[in-house]
Structure formats: structure tokens, C-alpha cells
């Protein structure tokens, strides 16, 4: 079965360090790029950002998140990583890893991990 | 960015009812449209690719129409599964933009 699984909820306070994971599993991990997806309380999907684990060195952030995540990937363990290194309240939310279709007609998130929710709070 | 629009925010309908939910985009982005379906708790599930492209699992009720900047889902005949939030995203270029959602809840 393909699947993507993230790690536990966390609670942080902020100007804490946080990263979090996304284990790929029933696929080739390294064909495949996956993206970051914020879903703040009550609020919609905004799209963050997308790595390719195949080179981590492409990546794509939006504008919007740049400088204020970092994605990463580990090919030996097919885990894709978003972390921050000075956490806000503003961060509370749920996040949300998805594979990029590699159809040549959809660039679309087709696997999506369950998400990981963050909370930040003093 | 691209920004994506949808219509109506909030839409009331039946069980039986065919429902049709909009997407604009600022700027053309051909066919390169994608719709996902969210419930409550839940991580979004994908839908349609390419406008019109129905995922493999996905119910025939479901359709999706349009090119360059306007676009429609389509329920046929809603059934009690389909109340959710609903969102187009366009991939025609990054960042991805989603639109706000459409929630279709029970009259």
C-alpha cells in the first residue's frame, strides 16, 4: 500500500525548534516529490512548498514560507522533514505532507499523509 | 502568484441534488486543475486531475469542466458521503495555489 506517514502532535512554545517527519512507504520514494501543506484552525489548505528527495537540492518554496521552514529529505529512510528553528503562535496548525502525482497530466498531491498537528502556545 | 477563487464559500443542498461548485483563476492556467474533497478531521482526498480527469476510485457522480480561468465541479446526485469541503488547486505554476474551499453541508 502506498502511504505517507507523519509524525505525533506537538506542542511547543514559542521561539522553540520543531521538526517534523513524513515516511513514505509502498513506492520509490525517490521519484516522487513531496509537498507541504498548512491548514490553519477552522481555515484552507495553503500550499508551502515541495521537495524532491531524489535531490534535495530542488525544492520549491512559496514565497509566502520562504525563510520561515526548511524542508528536507532523507533517502535512506524515505522521510521527508519540515522543521522550524523559532517557532510563532501564528505556526499553530495542521500540516500536511502529500506526494506530486508524476502523471504527465497532473502535477496534483495524490498520496497525503494524515498531518501532523502543531500547536504553539507559552 | 496565481490566486484561485471558488464559489459559493458555503452552498445548503439535499441528498439527490445536483450541485455544481466554481473556480476561477487570475490568469489562465489551461487545463492544469485539480479538485480535492476534505471532511472533517481528515487529510484531503483527490478527486479530479486536469480539469476533468476523474481519479481512479473516485464515483462516477463526480465531474469536473473548463479551461483557462473558469472551471466547475459537478455532484450529479449528492449522496450523504459527499458533504465536505471541497477545494481546486491549480498546478500550472508555483506555488500551487489552492482556492478557500467551497463547504457543502445538508439543508
Known amino acids: 500500500e502506498v502511504q505517507l506517514v507523519q509524525s505525533g502532535a506537538e506542542v511547543k512554545k514559542p521561539g522553540e525548534s520543531l521538526k517534523i517527519s513524513c515516511k513514505g512507504s509502498g513506492y520509490r520514494f525517490t521519484s516522487y516529490w513531496i509537498g507541504w501543506v498548512r491548514q490553519m484552525p477552522g481555515k484552507g489548505l495553503e500550499w508551502m512548498g515541495i521537495i524532491y528527495p531524489g535531490d534535495s537540492d530542488r525544492s520549491v518554496y512559496s514565497l509566502s514560507f520562504q525563510g520561515q521552514v526548511t524542508m528536507s529529505a532523507d533517502k535512506s529512510t524515505s522521510t521527508a522533514y519540515l522543521q522550524w528553528r523559532s517557532l510563532k503562535a501564528s505556526d499553530t496548525a495542521i500540516y500536511y505532507c502529500?506526494?506530486?502525482?508524476?502523471?504527465?497530466?497532473?502535477?496534483?498531491?495524490?498520496?497525503w499523509g494524515q498531518g501532523t498537528t502543531v500547536t504553539v502556545s507559552s | 502568484d496565481i490566486q484561485m477563487t471558488q464559489s459559493p464559500s458555503i452552498l445548503s443542498a439535499s441528498v439527490g441534488d445536483r450541485v455544481t461548485i466554481t473556480c476561477r483563476a487570475s490568469q489562465s492556467i489551461s487545463s492544469w486543475l485539480a479538485w480535492y474533497q476534505q471532511k472533517p478531521g481528515k487529510a484531503p482526498m483527490y478527486l479530479i486531475y486536469?480539469?476533468?480527469g476523474l481519479e481512479s476510485g473516485v464515483p462516477s457522480r463526480f465531474s469536473g469542466s473548463g479551461s483557462g480561468t473558469e472551471f466547475t465541479l459537478t455532484i450529479s446526485s449528492l449522496q450523504p458521503d459527499d458533504f465536505a469541503t471541497y477545494y481546486c488547486q491549480q498546478y500550472h505554476s508555483y506555488p500551487y495555489t489552492f482556492g478557500q474551499g467551497t463547504k457543502l453541508d445538508i439543508k
Open positions: 486536469k480539469a476533468s
Open positions: 502529500a506526494r506530486r502525482s508524476s502523471s504527465s497530466e497532473s502535477h496534483a498531491f495524490d498520496i
